[in-house]
Every structure is written in C-alpha cells, then in structure tokens.
C-alpha cells in the first residue's frame, strides 16, 4: 500500500529513490532548528554530515520504513519506524518523525505520526514508543498530545556531553 493518508493538500507515503535529495534538505534544517543549543554544535554537524544522498537512498533501497509527507506536492518531512530496538512491552518504534521548519506547528506530524501507526499495525507489532531527548519540549508535548505515556528513561552521549532522553509509549 504506498498511499497512507490523504486529504485535498495532504498526502503520507512511502519514500522513494526521487525523494532523497529532498530528504537530506529536511532532515538537515529540522535537525539544524530542533537541536542546536541542545546538542553540542560538533557532533550536531557530524551527525547532519553523515545524512548525505547516499546515505538516504540506501536506506531506501532497504527497505527500511520510510514514510514522507507531502503538502501541496512539496515533501515536507519523513518518518522513520520498524521494530522497538529496546526490549520491553512495545514492539513497534517511532525512530525519527520530522517536518522542514516552515511546516511544523500546521498538523502534517500528526499525519505522519499516524501513518507510522497504520503501518506498525499492519506489521502486527503490539505497542509502540518514541524516544525524545528531554529538553526537546517540542517533541515531548507532541507526543504527549497524541496520548504518549514517559515510560522510561535514559541518556545518551553526543561527544563528552551527556543528554537526559525520554520514552513515551502507547499500548
């Protein structure tokens, strides 16, 4: 099923080799706008750094779960998902859910958000959690609008700096 949602201005899909190009503009701005001041400058360009063209179209071609949203035909953010990579009571997982800056705060998440649903249940997995660092209030309040509970918690190391991160979950 490549079409997940869709209204007159909206449409969630799975990504395909064409979008890549597009996919390393969004994912640098939103990961640029998201976490500078949070995550040290240096390992914030690395990470951006790493996400190059050849990097998306291999995850493409992997078929990793990779869904993207359209407004107007202009790709506006992706999500990634597959199976929890944490043991526990969720077994499906929320890697990564991002909008272009200029299309955050307009609802386009929860489309996504909810395509990642669809297809998790599809896949049959029982539960599903999103990891945010902490001071990422943006994501957290996100998630907690759409009925996330902080089941856990833990950290995570970029260069010396150790962040606070937070799961949310759904059962």
Not at 41 to 62: K, T
Not at 101 to 119: A, D, K, S, T, V
Not at 149 to 168: C, H, N, Q, S, Y
Request: with cysteine; charged share 25%; proline share 1%.
């Amino acid at each position: 099923m490549a079409l997940l949602s869709s209204r007159s201005d909206v449409v969630v899909r799975n990504a395909k080799l064409s979008d890549a190009a597009n996919l390393v503009g969004i994912f640098q701005s939103s990961w640029r706008n998201t976490y500078a001041g949070l995550i040290p400058h240096d390992s914030l360009e690395s990470i951006v750094r790493r996400r190059d063209i050849g990097w998306w179209r291999a995850q493409i071609r992997s078929g990793e779960m990779i869904l993207v949203t359209e407004a107007g035909g202009t790709l506006a953010g992706y999500a990634t998902a597959g199976f929890a990579r944490s043991k526990g009571h969720h077994q499906g997982e929320i890697y990564e859910l991002y909008l272009a800056p200029i299309y955050q705060g307009l609802g386009l998440g929860e489309h996504l958000f909810e395509g990642c649903r669809y297809r998790l249940d599809e896949r049959r997995l029982n539960g599903l959690i999103v990891w945010s660092l902490t001071e990422n209030l943006n994501a957290v309040d996100f998630y907690e609008r759409r009925g996330g509970r902080r089941v856990a918690r833990a950290t995570e190391r970029f260069g010396r700096t150790k962040l606070d991160k937070l799961a949310l979950g759904w059962s």
